[in-house]
T-cell receptor, first 112, second 113 residues
Framework: DSGVTQTPKHLITATGQRVTLRCSPR?????VYWYQQSLDQGLQFLIQ???????AKGNILERFSAQQFPDLHSELNLSSLELGDSALYFC???????????FGPGTRLLVL | GESVGLHLPTLSVQEGDNSIINCAYS??????FIWYKQESGKGPQFIID?????DKRQGQRVTVLLNKTVKHLSLQIAATQPGDSAVYFC????????????FGGGTRVLVKP
């Protein structure tokens, strides 16, 4: 158990819908990262927050957004969902940018 | 991004033997490297890390070697056990690239009893 929690574990929704994935980092970690893992693209970095502020952006679509709240939990919002958005979405946390990232168990999203 | 899934290279290893998993990286400015293990249905799990000013680091049953000259990273697992069966990813962080973690394509390790 990494100490990072993610909810929900599984999510099934339809194309065009909007979902919110939630992540609680390890106690004391200020950085939160979101990743997408699909069969044909591997693990892709989406976005990083540090203490409430966006720090780095990766291959995140404009339909996706995230935020980190004052209590340091983070949410990833996915809108206008497409079939290709079906993937595992992982959250990771670390104390700071060059410290080890610890991953949560992931949310499996299936868009039908 | 890298391709994974159906096209993952696979390393078959006899239980008790040593495993060596290799990773090539392209960015000579990378500052920090990490090996992760991912079991089916779970998130990546930290194994060991190494900073760019080192060439070797040892953990419990694992050793990471970094060769900056040829931009090569390897993970050695001693006395491989059935519980070591998983997909192993190397990852790199480059401060100049915005501190994002870039993952390699992964290697599937299958331990035969």
């Amino acid at each position: 158990d990494s100490g990072v929690t993610q909810t929900p574990k599984h999510l099934i929704t339809a194309t065009g819908q909007r979902v919110t994935l939630r992540c609680s980092p390890r106690s004391g970690d200020l950085s939160v990262y979101w990743y997408q893992q699909s069969l044909d693209q591997g693990l892709q970095f989406l976005i990083q927050y540090y203490n409430g502020e966006e720090r780095a952006k990766g291959n995140i679509l404009e339909r996706f957004s995230a935020q980190q709240f004052p209590d340091l939990h983070s949410e990833l919002n996915l809108s206008s969902l497409e079939l290709g958005d079906s993937a595992l979405y992982f959250c990771a946390s670390s104390v700071s940018w060059q410290e080890t990232q610890y991953f949560g168990p992931g949310t499996r999203l299936l868009v039908l | 991004g890298e391709s994974v899934g159906l096209h993952l290279p696979t390393l078959s290893v006899q239980e008790g033997d040593n495993s060596i998993i290799n990773c090539a990286y392209s960015n000579s400015a990378s500052d920090y490297f990490i090996w992760y293990k991912q079991e089916s249905g779970k998130g990546p799990q930290f194994i060991i890390d190494i900073r760019s000013n080192m060439d070797k680091r040892q953990g419990q049953r694992v050793t990471v070697l970094l060769n900056k000259t040829v931009k090569h990273l390897s993970l050695q697992i001693a006395a491989t056990q059935p519980g070591d069966s998983a997909v192993y990813f190397c990852a790199e962080i480059t401060q100049a690239a915005g501190n994002k973690l870039t993952f390699g394509g992964g290697t599937r390790v299958l331990v035969k009893p």
